[in-house]
């Protein structure tokens, strides 16, 4: 019904007079459509703040990915670090704290996960670690280790996004540290979204690999990815969608497909190329790759913004925006709204107003208690968590 309404809007192309007519009330009266949009500040002072995830009591848990920090932060705004540098937790470019979720059983366990840089020794990777959160003492905890060995180079492409699917999963995108060879290597971590228990951090028994030899291979649901910045479940579907950066052009938005291949491959391809190949003759998606790639569900074409964190609009008060896809931006400082039909198919873009141009670089979304929408920025000092909400 959602998709249906919002295809009839664009076809109709008088999305406004046909949501009033169809009601039957005054235009006077008539709510606007697309709403205006009321945008607080429920966090300042921060650097990076790269995601967040809500708990079951309405209190959200947030990363910094430069401070390695996770802040708790409850409904009466009451702010505390449970999570402050621990040993090995590395940033360095690109790389930080930055995925966080927490388990499907937090009210019980307190346990969240976290995709962060680490350097020991001579350990250099990304991983996605468990803590458990004892409020009372206002600290998180080592739990384990759930996927260790994802690639890191200098801080480069580090991914790395997480969020829940079904039950106990976990799909974990990542990014391919900026190396040539990783996206479309089925036994690399990089460049890749993940899909593995959170409990165990193995891969299912009905991922694509599941059989294969090494471990990293049997987590893989995708690949050929170059920097994935968001996953986000679509509440009506359960489909899981991603989020990545493209090179000089073609920012992404895909649809996971189960055993997909994305297309990014930057190896050499002439005598001159870099190893590191993100010329002209690398395409975000290269079809000319063995097999079939999956083209992406929108791009940015030539003029790239910098898509990263992104979740999906829910609640009758966001009007025709019910059930977009909110993708923050960090160089085109703005929040923009994708609206697909229920064949994936794009049908509108919107970017308000009230979050175009007027906080600098956006970073992450996540849709919290009430359908309200948190947006993050990333511009290095005095960075905010954005509270945004339709206009009633
Ligand atoms: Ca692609
Ligand atoms: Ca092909």
Same mark, same amino acid.
């Given at each position: 019904?959602?998709?249906? $309404? *919002? %295809?009839? @809007?664009? /076809?109709?192309?008088?999305?406004?007079?046909?949501?009033?007519?169809? !009601?039957?009330?005054?235009?006077?009266?008539?709510?606007?459509?697309?709403?205006?949009?009321?945008? $607080? *500040? %429920?966090? @300042?002072? /921060?650097?990076?703040?790269?995601?967040?995830?809500?708990?079951?009591? !309405?209190?959200?848990?947030?990363?910094?990915?430069?401070?390695?920090?996770?802040?708790?932060?409850?409904?009466?705004?009451?702010?505390?670090?449970?999570?402050s540098r621990p040993a090995g937790m590395w940033s360095g470019g690109e790389t930080g704290l930055m995925g966080i979720e927490k388990s499907a059983d937090f009210a019980r366990s307190g346990v969240f996960y976290t995709c962060h840089g680490y350097r020991s020794g001579d350990v250099r990777d990304v991983r996605v670690v468990a803590w458990r959160l004892d409020r009372s003492a206002g600290r998180a905890t080592f739990v384990r280790n759930v996927v260790v060995g994802l690639p890191s180079s200098t801080g480069r492409h580090g991914g790395c996004a997480?969020?829940?699917?079904?039950?106990?999963?976990?799909?974990?995108?990542?990014?391919?540290?900026?190396?040539?060879?990783?996206?479309?290597?089925?036994?690399?971590?990089?460049?890749?979204?993940?899909?593995?228990?959170?409990?165990?951090?193995?891969?299912?028994?009905?991922?694509?690999?599941?059989?294969?030899?090494?471990?990293?291979?049997?987590?893989?649901?995708?690949?050929?990815?170059?920097?994935?910045?968001?996953?986000?479940?679509?509440?009506?579907?359960?489909?899981?969608?991603?989020?990545?950066?493209?090179?000089?052009?073609?920012?992404?938005?895909?649809?996971?497909?189960?055993?997909?291949?994305?297309?990014?491959?930057?190896?050499?391809?002439?005598?001159?190329?870099?190893?590191?190949?993100?010329?002209?003759?690398?395409?975000?998606?290269?079809d000319s790759l063995p097999g079939t790639q999956r083209q992406a569900a929108w791009r940015s074409g030539t003029s790239t913004v910098a898509t990263s964190g992104a979740d999906f609009v829910s609640g009758s008060g966001w009007g025709s925006l019910d059930g977009a896809l909110a993708v923050a931006t960090l160089k085109g400082t703005s929040l923009r709204l994708l609206t697909f039909d229920s064949s994936r198919r794009l049908v509108r873009q919107y970017t308000p107003s009230e979050l175009s141009g007027t906080y600098g670089r956006l970073r992450g979304v996540q849709r919290g208690p009430g359908g309200v929408l948190y947006v993050t920025t990333s511009n290095g000092s005095d960075d905010k968590i954005l509270r945004v909400a339709p206009r009633g």
């Open positions: 019904m959602r998709a249906r $309404r *919002v %295809v009839t @809007a664009v /076809l109709g192309g008088a999305l406004c007079a046909s949501a009033t007519l169809a !009601g039957g009330a005054p235009a006077a009266t008539a709510a606007a459509d697309p709403p205006p949009l009321d945008v $607080r *500040v %429920v966090q @300042a002072g /921060l650097q990076h703040p790269w995601a967040l995830t809500f708990l079951p009591d !309405g209190s959200m848990l947030y990363t910094q990915r430069d401070r390695l920090s996770v802040t708790l932060r409850d409904p009466q705004g009451r702010s505390t670090v449970v999570l997480l969020r829940r699917g079904k039950a106990d999963s976990l799909f974990i995108g990542t990014g391919d540290a900026a190396r040539g060879g990783i996206p479309q290597s089925l036994t690399s971590g990089g460049g890749k979204v993940l899909r593995v228990s959170a409990t165990t951090g193995r891969g299912y028994d009905d991922n694509p690999w599941a059989s294969a030899r090494t471990a990293m291979q049997r987590r893989v649901w995708t690949y050929g990815h170059r920097n994935v910045q968001g996953v986000v479940r679509q509440p009506s579907t359960g489909q899981m969608w991603s989020v990545e950066q493209g090179s000089y052009r073609d920012d992404e938005v895909n649809v996971l497909v189960k055993g997909g291949n994305y297309g990014w491959n930057p190896v050499p391809r002439a005598s001159g190329d870099p190893d590191y190949n993100e010329g002209a003759n690398s395409p975000m998606t290269d």
